[in-house]
């Protein structure tokens, strides 16, 4: 019987050396190999707002075994080392793309560089890195600072149509710490506070999540009693912001003049956009989440043997319930606002 175990046991061995060193092949959901498919490595930040959910649904969409796929998704819970292993894992597995929504924008350059000595390519999708260029093929995202330049000029240009001449007393909520997305938007933030004179409070993360948005608001009302505007670097840090507000007595809404909070918004996702229609968030800065089909055609060109641009930033729009601004200006380019109406709300795709 033991001799039997030992032996059974030592081809099993063999089998999983020689499987190895061939690379394992591709699973198909119905768990058997099929070379047709193009094989994709996804590293998804985490599943922490209802952007996120609707990229991965996208990504997941797109990258089908009916459009020729095999994706491998993998959620790295909002911590990069958890990425930096997935990438690992993908190498190992030999797939033929990796793509990676990166958590933070620094610390990629030993894992690119993994990637790029295995041969293969890298598409990075929304946030960005500060990686040498070299070392990946290809990236597609939002310009964060752009997004939030614009809802800084929404905000300074509603102000003065109400002709408010008052003090203007902000927070911002920042995204994870780290992340590109916070950068952006968090340096627009700090630059309009200090061309217009608005008086910061506080600036701390909410990490993109309801809870901690509604956590750190909590705690920074009890702290201060003047917040008359909050800067939310998400919809989801929105909703927990809001829930702050009124659970400590107090009115969101657009009117400052007569005590109310004024919440700015980024996303757009159909929570958000509804809470803008309602007026409870004044402006809400579009960042599209829907990559799937402009990445799975990414991965089509590059089989087919062309070549991608180096960097692509979507573009955006903006959308607001309230009709006093209908446009904004940054750096001398204008950008429609959109008036928002239940009719745009049915249509929206996320
Ligand atoms: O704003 C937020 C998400 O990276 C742009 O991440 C994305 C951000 C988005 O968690 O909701």
Redesign the pocket.
């Known amino acids: 019987m033991k001799t039997r175990a030992l032996a059974a046991g030592l081809w099993g061995l063999l089998a999983i050396i020689l499987l190895s060193a061939c690379g394992a092949p591709a699973e198909t959901g119905e768990g058997v190999s099929d070379d047709s498919l193009i094989t994709v490595g996804f590293s998804q930040?985490g599943a922490?707002?209802d952007?996120?959910t609707s990229c991965t649904n996208s990504v997941m969409e797109a990258f089908s075994e009916e459009n020729g796929f095999n994706l491998i998704f993998s959620d790295a819970q909002q911590k990069q080392e958890n990425q930096i292993k997935a990438v690992r894992d993908f190498i190992s597995q030999d797939v033929d793309y990796i793509i990676i929504d990166p958590i933070t924008e620094s610390g990629w350059d030993q894992s690119l560089k993994e990637a790029s000595d295995a041969g293969i390519p890298v598409i990075l999708v929304?946030?960005a890195v500060d990686a040498d260029e070299s070392l990946y093929t290809a990236a597609i995202g939002?310009d964060f600072e752009l997004e939030g330049k614009k809802a800084c000029a929404y905000l300074k240009a509603y102000l003065d149509k109400m002709s408010y001449k008052g003090e203007v007393n902000i927070v911002d909520i920042q995204?994870t710490i780290g992340?590109s997305?916070t950068i952006g938007r968090s340096k627009a933030f700090d630059d309009a506070a200090k061309k217009y004179g608005w008086n910061v409070l506080a600036q701390e993360t909410g990490e993109?999540t309801q809870a901690k948005g509604q956590e750190v608001m909590e705690s920074i009302l009890k702290r201060h009693d003047n917040v008359n505007v909050v800067y939310c670097?998400?919809?989801?840090e929105a909703f927990g912001v809001r829930d702050a507000i009124e659970s400590a007595g107090k009115k969101v809404g657009n009117n400052i003049e007569k005590g109310e909070i004024i919440l700015l918004s980024?996303?757009t996702t159909r929570a958000g956009l509804t809470e803008t229609l309602n007026g409870t968030i004044l402006v809400n800065t579009e960042?599209n989440p829907l990559y799937g089909e402009r990445l799975a055609s990414m991965v089509k060109t590059l089989e087919e043997g062309g070549t991608l641009e180096k960097h692509t930033y979507i573009d955006e729009d903006q959308y607001s319930a309230n009709e006093l601004v209908k446009s904004v200006t940054v750096d001398g380019k204008t950008y429609p606002v959109t008036i928002l109406t239940q009719e745009i709300l049915d249509e929206r795709p996320y």
């Open positions: 930040v922490e707002s952007w996120r929304d946030r939002s995204g992340a997305a993109f670097e998400n919809d989801n980024f996303d960042c």
